[in-house]
């Protein structure tokens, strides 16, 4: 018997606690460590050797791994050069250079000549042989103080009172209006020439004059301002001609009083005629040309009654063959960029002469960017819908430029307002455009070409409304 063991009675005592054997703790050895880790190594590369079993031959674990990483690599690459490629071609549009031509390149000094022969003028005469005006006045002085009476409109009102000018006089007013530094004496002879160069109610001259601005003058003092826009063909950019610029490069100082003297000269064609046709053609390309300088756009207003004169200048038999000369000549000059934009929107006259301007000068621009010899609305209007928006070597910044000149050339005039079958198939393209353009596209100048046809077919669509349900021209 041992001695820690129950007794016989306390066994037979249900009251007493019976005794809880002690469990036994399982003692994990080193020995059990290694063998369990042996084990499952064994399972491990059996794993391993059935995978290798039915692996193609020649490769191993290892190498698919590797080929996997790269492929992964290559992967992450390619759509990085993608979004490269993408990021590149939105940032192209700031390659394309903002509409503007230099106009005016290094100015020369103008052939004036010396003698002008204003101090022997009758005017002069009279103030030095009345004495009771009280004037000392000295020939010498004579220029000096016809400066004085022009700035201070006292030459305009002794011209008035007299009801004529004499040609030195004017010859010599109009020299200071072309090339004189002073300002106040330019905006003085501008007024003094605009004050002559009027007629009254009954269409007769208020100041009888012998000598008037010629063509030949005006064209020599603006190429004496450096104008550069008069070569035909002509269409070197605005970089290249910053470059070959100098420091007098810039618009000239007195291209305000030009303009105002060749709007004067423009309201006397009852009258007198300053101009013969070809010489106001030539004088109507130079005013379109200066549109495209952005040094003159504080002038916008000024430019726009310069040109919407000398439209009106010409006879209802001249305009249209004269219009046609004007929209080719300017068409040779002009760069198929952003600058045919510029130069048809700033043809802004409301009347059906400068509506007719901007509708030949858009037929003009789209007949030479397509290399056609007669200019014929339907196989422009066909060569510009046939341009597929949906190919990868879609030039949309030519596009944008062709929806522009092709909507100005059909809405401008009134040309095409019973021609529905043209305008319908011009509404039909630019819907395609609208809506064959992704909003996702981000090829260069696609955002801008899809907006663009968006905002003419909305005003097709208005026209359409406006017209009892048929599309037709304004």
């Given at each position: 018997?041992?001695?820690?063991?129950?007794?016989?009675?306390?066994?037979?005592?249900?009251?007493?606690?019976?005794?809880?054997?002690?469990?036994?703790?399982?003692?994990?050895?080193?020995?059990?460590?290694?063998?369990?880790?042996?084990?499952?190594?064994?399972?491990?590369?059996?794993?391993?050797?059935?995978?290798?079993?039915?692996?193609?031959?020649?490769?191993?674990?290892?190498?698919?791994?590797?080929q996997?990483?790269?492929?992964?690599?290559?992967?992450?690459?390619?759509?990085?050069?993608?979004?490269?490629?993408?990021?590149?071609?939105?940032?192209a549009?700031?390659?394309?250079?903002p509409?503007?031509?230099?106009?005016?390149?290094?100015?020369?000094?103008?052939?004036?000549?010396?003698?002008?022969?204003?101090?022997?003028?009758?005017?002069?005469?009279?103030?030095?042989?009345?004495?009771?005006?009280?004037?000392?006045?000295?020939?010498?002085?004579?220029?000096?103080?016809?400066?004085?009476?022009?700035?201070?409109?006292?030459?305009?009102?002794?011209?008035?009172?007299?009801?004529?000018?004499?040609?030195?006089?004017?010859?010599?007013?109009?020299?200071?209006?072309?090339?004189?530094?002073?300002?106040?004496?330019?905006?003085?002879?501008?007024?003094?020439?605009?004050?002559?160069?009027?007629?009254?109610?009954?269409?007769?001259?208020?100041?009888?004059?012998?000598?008037?601005?010629?063509?030949s003058?005006?064209?020599?003092?603006?190429?004496?301002?450096?104008?550069?826009?008069?070569?035909?063909?002509?269409?070197?950019?605005?970089?290249?001609?910053?470059?070959?610029?100098?420091?007098?490069?810039?618009?000239?100082?007195?291209?305000?009083?030009?303009?105002?003297v060749?709007?004067?000269?423009?309201?006397?064609?009852?009258?007198?005629?300053?101009?013969?046709?070809s010489?106001?053609?030539?004088?109507l390309?130079?005013?379109?040309?200066?549109?495209?300088?952005?040094?003159?756009?504080?002038?916008?207003?000024?430019?726009?009654?310069?040109?919407?004169?000398?439209?009106?200048?010409?006879?209802?038999?001249?305009?249209?063959?004269?219009?046609?000369?004007v929209?080719?000549?300017?068409?040779?000059?002009?760069?198929?960029?952003?600058?045919?934009?510029?130069?048809?929107?700033?043809?802004?006259?409301?009347?059906?002469?400068s509506?007719?301007?901007?509708?030949?000068?858009?037929?003009?621009?789209?007949?030479?960017?397509?290399?056609?010899?007669?200019?014929?609305?339907?196989?422009?209007?066909?060569?510009?819908?046939?341009?597929?928006?949906?190919?990868?070597?879609?030039?949309?910044?030519?596009?944008?430029?062709y929806?522009?000149?092709?909507?100005?050339?059909?809405?401008?005039?009134?040309?095409?307002?019973d021609?529905?079958?043209?305008?319908?198939?011009?509404?039909?393209?630019?819907?395609?455009?609208?809506?064959?353009?992704?909003?996702?596209?981000?090829?260069?100048?696609?955002?801008?070409?899809?907006?663009?046809?968006?905002?003419?077919?909305?005003?097709?669509?208005?026209?359409?409304?406006?017209?009892?349900?048929?599309?037709?021209?304004?």
């Amino acid at each position: 018997m041992v001695m820690d063991d129950p007794l016989d009675f306390e066994k037979e005592d249900p009251l007493f606690p019976a005794h809880r054997p002690n469990k036994r703790k399982k003692v994990i050895g080193l020995d059990d460590l290694l063998l369990d880790y042996f084990e499952t190594g064994k399972d491990e590369l059996k794993a391993k050797a059935v995978k290798a079993k039915h692996a193609p031959r020649g490769h191993n674990s290892d190498d698919e791994d590797t080929q996997a990483k790269e492929k992964k690599i290559s992967e992450f690459c390619k759509i990085v050069e993608d979004c490269e490629e993408k990021t590149n071609e939105i940032g192209a549009i700031d390659d394309i250079p903002p509409w503007g031509q230099k106009i005016f390149g290094c100015q020369q000094p103008p052939s004036i000549p010396g003698d002008s022969g204003v101090e022997n003028c009758q005017l002069l005469q009279s103030f030095c042989a009345n004495e009771q005006l009280g004037f000392d006045l000295q020939i010498e002085q004579g220029e000096a103080f016809l400066e004085g009476m022009l700035m201070d409109g006292w030459l305009q009102k002794l011209v008035h009172t007299y009801g004529s000018v004499e040609d030195s006089v004017a010859s010599w007013t109009l020299t200071k209006l072309l090339y004189s530094s002073n300002k106040k004496l330019q905006a003085s002879a501008a007024n003094f020439w605009d004050s002559i160069l009027s007629i009254d109610e009954a269409d007769k001259p208020l100041v009888k004059l012998g000598y008037f601005p010629s063509y030949s003058v005006l064209k020599c003092a603006i190429l004496s301002y450096g104008y550069l826009f008069d070569t035909p063909g002509n269409k070197a950019s605005n970089s290249e001609r910053v470059a070959a610029g100098s420091l007098d490069d810039g618009p000239p100082q007195n291209i305000i009083a030009w303009l105002r003297v060749v709007s004067a000269c423009c309201k006397i064609r009852k009258v007198h005629s300053i101009f013969s046709p070809s010489e106001a053609e030539e004088l109507l390309v130079i005013v379109i040309s200066l549109f495209l300088d952005r040094g003159l756009e504080g002038l916008l207003l000024i430019l726009g009654e310069c040109l919407n004169s000398l439209v009106l200048y010409f006879n209802t038999s001249e305009w249209e063959s004269s219009c046609v000369m004007v929209a080719e000549s300017i068409a040779q000059r002009v760069t198929m960029d952003l600058n045919c934009l510029r130069i048809v929107d700033c043809i802004t006259g409301t009347n059906n002469r400068s509506k007719f301007l901007r509708s030949q000068l858009a037929l003009q621009l789209l007949k030479i960017s397509f290399g056609l010899k007669v200019a014929s609305v339907e196989k422009i209007l066909k060569l510009v819908t046939s341009i597929n928006v949906k190919e990868k070597e879609c030039d949309f910044f030519r596009l944008y430029v062709y929806l522009g000149l092709m909507d100005t050339l059909l809405f401008s005039s009134d040309a095409f307002r019973d021609k529905t079958v043209i305008v319908d198939s011009w509404r039909n393209y630019l819907r395609n455009c609208s809506t064959q353009i992704g909003c996702r596209n981000w090829r260069f100048y696609a955002p801008m070409a899809r907006n663009k046809a968006s905002y003419l077919l909305q005003g097709a669509s208005s026209r359409k409304s406006a017209h009892g349900g048929s599309i037709s021209a304004p």
